[in-house]
């Protein structure tokens, strides 16, 4: 069946650091990739997306490129600050269905 | 836009009590999910809905958990009896399939406490 794997956490970093999440997948058919950002006492909400093969998405200073070779989906940004901190969880879906299978999540702290 | 809406946001019960947990979707979404998340199991789907209908309840833990949708406008997650190990924080999601984008449109959660 359809699998994400994130990298274990929690991750800390100081403010103006750079971030690497890493996220790879296992699917039947051809995913559609995200990437889901949880602030603490809020519902999940959408980060970036990626629909097909080198694809980037980006948001809010975030890139992710969609890498079917390593089937890979890593989150990156420059700069982060310490209104990052959050839960970012990988995410894939392969059917019509809006069918999203998660991650575990990582914890990002972000020091001032 | 009202997002999903999510009642009661907190909830702290007694082993054996009935639990209900509401959900309101977006409006004119086509597909709701119900998903559980823990800290040793991360996010958990439990089960799906495209228009009022359950379409996989697979992830449903046991007999104790059912779920309903009997418009397109509400939905129930029931737990009966509830127990220690159900605490969790629950949230519903809702999304419309015909934009293609695949988003999930998640409420803010209902923190359910089992004593």
């Known amino acids: 069946g359809d699998s994400v794997t994130q990298m274990e956490g929690p991750v800390t970093l100081s403010e103006e650091a750079f971030l690497t999440i890493n996220c790879t997948y296992t699917?039947?058919?051809?995913?559609?990739l995200f990437w889901y950002v949880q602030y603490p006492g809020e519902g999940l909400q959408l980060l970036l997306k990626?629909?097909?093969?080198?694809d980037k998405g980006s948001n809010k200073g975030f890139e992710a490129t969609y890498r079917k070779e390593t089937t890979s989906f890593h989150l990156e940004k420059g700069s982060v600050q310490v209104s990052d901190s959050a839960v970012y969880f990988c995410?894939?879906?392969?059917?019509?269905?809006?069918?999203?299978?998660f991650g575990k999540g990582i914890t990002l702290s972000v020091r001032p | 836009d009202a997002g999903v809406i999510q009642s009661p946001r907190h909830e702290v019960t007694e082993m054996g009590q009935e639990v209900t947990l509401r959900c309101k979707p977006i409006?004119?979404?086509?597909?709701l999910f119900w998903y559980r998340q823990t800290m040793m199991r991360g996010l958990e789907l439990l089960i799906y809905?495209?228009?009022?209908?359950?379409?996989?309840d697979s992830g449903m833990p046991e007999d104790r958990f059912s779920a309903k949708m009997p418009n397109a406008s509400f939905s129930t997650l029931k737990i009966q009896p509830s127990e220690p190990r159900d605490s969790a924080v629950y949230f519903c999601?809702?999304?419309?399939?015909?934009?293609?984008?695949?988003?999930?449109?998640f409420g803010e959660g209902s923190r359910l406490t089992v004593l």
């Open positions: 990626a629909t097909k093969a080198d």
């Open positions: 699917a039947t058919g051809y995913p559609s």
């Open positions: 409006s004119g979404h086509d597909y």
């Open positions: 809905f495209n228009n009022n209908v359950p379409i996989d």
């Open positions: 999601a809702s999304s419309l399939i015909s934009t293609g984008t695949g988003e999930l449109f």
């Open positions: 995410a894939l879906t392969t059917g019509a269905n809006s069918k999203l299978t």
